[in-house]
């Protein structure tokens, strides 16, 4: 059974940065896409950011410029360096590693943008 365990959440000032990290237990070679979902109060969860199965990396058009994802294979963990942070950045924000059976997803992490 795969487990996902998130951090790096918090709260930071409109302009601020955070970077989130997502470790899985065992090897990470196995998945065919990883990465990074949001979820706000009231809207739907979306993509935010994406590794996919050939190699390339996908960002939400609302985060261009301002997120990159990243891994470090040896650790098993993805990360999302988020910077110039909006407050429509708010939300819960999840990591998912999906292989040919399933998806797997992390427990969540809040991040809180003031303005």
């Known amino acids: 059974q795969v487990q996902l365990v998130g951090s790096g959440g918090g709260l930071v000032q409109a302009g601020g940065s955070l970077r989130l990290s997502c470790a899985a237990s065992?090897?990470?070679?196995?998945?065919?896409?990883m990465g990074w979902y949001r979820q706000a109060p009231g809207k739907q969860r979306e993509l935010v950011a994406g590794?996919?199965?050939?190699?390339?990396?996908n960002y939400a058009d609302s985060v261009k410029g301002r997120f990159t994802i990243s891994r470090d294979d040896a650790k098993s963990t993805i990360y999302l360096q988020m910077n110039s942070l909006k407050s429509e950045d708010t939300a819960v924000y999840y990591c998912?590693?999906?292989?040919?059976?399933?998806?797997?997803w992390g427990q969540g992490t809040q991040v809180t943008v003031s303005s």
């Open positions: 998912n590693f999906r292989d040919l059976l399933r998806d797997y």
């Open positions: 065992g090897s990470i070679f196995r998945f065919l896409d």
């Open positions: 590794f996919t199965s050939g190699g390339s990396t």
